[in-house]
C-alpha cells in the first residue's frame, strides 16, 4: 500500500522536499513509517525517532495502523499563537 | 456563535471583538498575540508563520469548542494569522463573553495555552543580522493524540 | 504610560486599547465589564453607578500602578464610568500589555478584583417590575486600610 | 473641633443625608465619630457599628485620630467593575 508523508516548517527544510508518496506492506504503523524513512540515511536520519504524528488531520500515536491513501504528517513541535 | 478561522490577512481585533457579547453577559475579555521586537535576548524584525492549514483549521475550532464548554456560553471567536508578519502584527486574537468574568478569563487563557501545546503552526524568527530560524517549540505528541481520539480532552 | 481614569461617558473599548501595546510587548489584554440584563435571576433593566468621586480617582491611579508593577510594564490602562448605564453598556474598561502572556492575564485579573474589592463605587440595579435595589456590596474595610496605609498591598 | 462626615449610596439612603458637620472633642478618633451618630438614635442607628471608613479620601482604620476638618467618608461595601 502507498500513503503520503508530508514535512512541515523544520522537517521540510530539512529533507528538503514537503511531501513523499511511501510504499509499505500492508498492516503497517505509524511507528513502521518513521522507521522505513530513517531507515534510507541521511537526511532522514535527522528526523526524530519519534516524531509528533498526524493521520488525516488528527494527532495519531505510533501503533496506530495505517491505510492505503492516508495522508500522515510529521509535526514539528509547534509554536503558534 | 463559536468562531474559529486561520487567515492571512492582517486582523482587526474590533472585528474578533464584534463577535462576541451578548445581553446577559457581563464579562468580555479579548487576548491579542502581537509580534515582538525581540526573543530570548536577540532582536527579530519580522516573523513568518506557517501552518498545516488543512489540519489547523480544524483543531482551532475543536480548541475553541472545548473553550466553550468550560466558558458557558457559545461567545467565543478566535483567528490566527498565517504568512509574514511585522513586529506589532497581531498573530492571535481570542474573544470571549460569558456572564461572569472567571469563566472568561479561563476560557480565554484556555485557548491560547491548547493553541501553543497542539495547533499545528510553526513560526520562523527573522533576526536584526540577517539570520532566521525556526523557533522551537512544543512538541504536541501523546497529548495531542490523547485529546483529538477523545480519550479526554480535559 | 499608566493610565487611570472616572468617566461618566460611554467608554469606547478602541481608545482604551490604543493606549497599551508596545513593539516590545507580546501579549495585549482587554477586559470589559458590560451591564447584564438580569442579576440573581432578577431581570435587569439598568444599573446606576456611584463613585466618592475624589476618592475612587486616587484609589483607581494605585490600583493600576500595582498592577503596572505585577505587569512589569508601564501599558495599564483602566476607564470605569459612572452614571446611568443600559443594558450592554460597558462599565469598566481594563486593557494591559507586556512581553509575556502570563503577566498580561494576571495583571488584568488583579485590577479586576482590586477594582471589587476597594474602589469606592457602588451600583443600584433596576429591575424589570420597576423596583431598584443597591448592590450588596463588598467591605473594603481593614484590608482598605492596611493597602492605602501601605502597610502591604493585597 | 468640627469634622465633616459623607455618606454614599444606601447609607445616604439611610439618612437622608449626604454631609453633616459633626462637633467632636479633641482627640477623638473615627471609632468615637461613629459613637457619636449612631447615639443620635434613628435614622443612623441603622448605620453599622463598624462601617469601612476612609478619612481624606484613604481607607482608616478605627482608632485613627481625627483632626479639625477631615472629611470621613462612611463606605458601604462597595460593588463597582
Redesign the interface.
Known sequence: MSVQA?F???YR?LLGTSKLDVELPDGATVADLVRELRGRGAPFTSLPK?P?I?VN?????HDETLRSGDEV?F??????? | MIHAELVHETIDPADVLARVGAAEDGAVLLFL?TVRNHADGESVDGIT????E???S?VLAEIANEAAVRLGTDRVAVV?RVGELAIGDV??AIAVSSPHRGQAYDASRYV?EE??????????EHYGDGRSE?????????E??A???GEGAR
Chains 1, 4 share one sequence.
Not at chain 1, 509535526?75 to 499563537?81: D, N, Y
Not at chain 2, 493553541?115 to 520562523?124: A, G
Not at chain 2, 525556526?134 to 501523546?142: K, L, T
Open positions: 508530508l512541515f516548517a523544520s527544510d519519534e509528533a498526524a488531520r488528527t494527532y495519531a500515536l504528517a509535526i514539528p513541535p509547534v509554536a503558534g499563537g | 498575540g508563520y506557517e501552518a498545516y488543512r489540519m489547523a480544524p490566527h498573530s492571535v491560547i493553541i501553543k501545546k497542539r495547533l499545528p503552526v510553526w513560526k520562523r525556526w523557533v522551537e517549540g512544543v512538541s504536541p505528541g501523546r495531542g493524540a485529546s483529538t481520539a
